[in-house]
């Protein structure tokens, strides 16, 4: 689309379809940078990438769209208007745009401190403020979110013991009473892991001695949703990277690294978090700090980012983010496989995460480690760069788009 076009099509951050003023609809600090904004040249490349632009065909749901209106708010051409702001609700920040760009686009940076302006400036509905605010205050707390799983585990155990005489077990296939319930709160039920006593008290080791001789010695991010929903995800991490001559440490003391918020434009949150993150792993001394899971991973690459304007805090960060690797891309330093490789006779596809293929660029190592397993044939799905759908909190507030989008990749 021409820059003319674009420029017709700013209009519609208005309501009723007139262009509204009222001032810069950014302030100045954390705001989206010009330079960054300005490298984009609005070649279209993005748009083929980009799951929003697929589902609709709307300009202003496509990056260079998006980077537009970031522009108009810098320039105060634009106001924080409810359409305004519905065009970066509906991104999924899935950095497939960042993989497409000829010219170097960093959009992450430019989404993280838009949303950070909308979260400042803007004074959303009721009904998605508190939802907001509810997710906010119970997902990157790891206790708390103890505590909000745990009735789950007393209704999966009910579902499972009533007799079907009863009925009960007809609430577990989402249909009946979940109809009833608005969409974000049908998918937030629909979207709870599965989970037992076991799974919420569920402890990695603090320490991991490693197999036979040291080669390294690796601090763990155990992470907030993950050590209660899928704590088998990080046991088996730490017994591949033990196998292979490494030495654990997960500290206690650890917390949320701050993606979740910092990805929804909660910025305060993400660097409380992340100072947090910091000081519980400067004590370790480890010589790489290992994420396996990917949003979070890009989230503590960044920090010297997101931290380059504190003078306190500049230096820590960078030197943090030097050290932070994804679990694959450890084990390929690693070199020479120490632990034996048996047998899977399987065909599988490989789904590249997001985060970890277009934000942190990291695509190889994952396909090498699976290349090496004898007898593993993997596949690459259709469509293998187009987001699932997930993306963090992004099927919970815009469950059918997310909804519609994992379908298209489990069609694929």
Not at 250 to 272: F, K, N, V
Not at 295 to 306: A, Q, T
């Amino acid at each position: 689309m021409c820059s003319r076009c674009l420029s017709v099509s700013v209009f519609r951050f208005g309501e009723g379809g007139r262009f509204v003023a009222g001032g810069r609809a950014f302030g100045d600090v954390d705001a989206p940078s010009r330079a960054l904004v300005d490298t984009c040249v609005h070649c279209g490349f993005c748009l083929p990438t980009c799951p929003t632009y697929l589902l609709w065909s709307e300009e202003m749901d496509s990056p260079r769209g998006r980077i537009y209106l970031m522009k108009a708010g810098l320039e105060g051409r634009a106001a924080l208007t409810p359409t305004f702001v519905r065009h970066f609700d509906t991104c999924l920040g899935c950095m497939a745009c960042v993989s497409a760009c000829p010219s170097g686009v960093k959009y992450g940076p430019l989404i993280e401190r838009t949303r950070t302006q909308i979260e400042r400036r803007y004074r959303r509905p009721l009904a998605d403020r508190a939802f907001r605010a509810l997710l906010f205050a119970l997902l990157p707390y790891p206790g708390r979110l103890r505590l909000a799983l745990a009735p789950l585990v007393v209704l999966g155990w009910l579902l499972k013991a009533a007799p079907p005489s009863l009925g009960l077990r007809r609430t577990s296939d989402r249909s009946g009473l979940l109809r009833v319930l608005p969409p974000r709160l049908r998918s937030l039920v629909a979207l709870a892991p599965p989970v037992s006593w076991s799974s919420l008290t569920a402890r990695v080791p603090e320490e991991t001695a490693a197999a036979g001789a040291e080669r390294m010695t690796v601090g763990l991010l155990t992470g907030c949703v993950q050590r209660l929903a899928f704590p088998h995800v990080n046991q088996a991490t730490v017994n591949v990277l033990a196998a292979e001559g490494c030495r654990v440490v997960a500290p206690a003391a650890q917390g949320c690294c701050g993606a979740l918020a910092l990805h929804a434009g909660r910025i305060d949150q993400a660097r409380a978090l992340a100072r947090q993150t910091i000081a519980a792993f400067e004590r370790t001394g480890v010589d790489r700090i290992v994420v396996n899971a990917a949003g979070c991973g890009s989230c503590m690459k960044e920090y010297g980012e997101l931290f380059a304007d504190d003078p306190a805090w500049a230096e820590r960060a960078r030197a943090f983010s030097a050290r932070v690797r994804d679990v694959s891309e450890v084990l390929i330093e690693l070199g020479a496989s120490r632990a034996p490789r048996h047998p899977i006779r399987a065909r599988v596809a490989y789904h590249d995460a997001c985060h970890l293929a277009h934000a942190q660029g990291v695509r190889a190592e994952p396909r090498a480690l699976l290349a090496g397993i004898p007898g593993l044939d993997v596949q690459t799905p259709a469509e293998s760069d187009i987001c699932c759908g997930s993306a963090g909190i992004y099927n919970l507030v815009e469950p059918e788009a997310a909804a519609e989008l994992g379908a298209r990749k489990a069609s694929s």
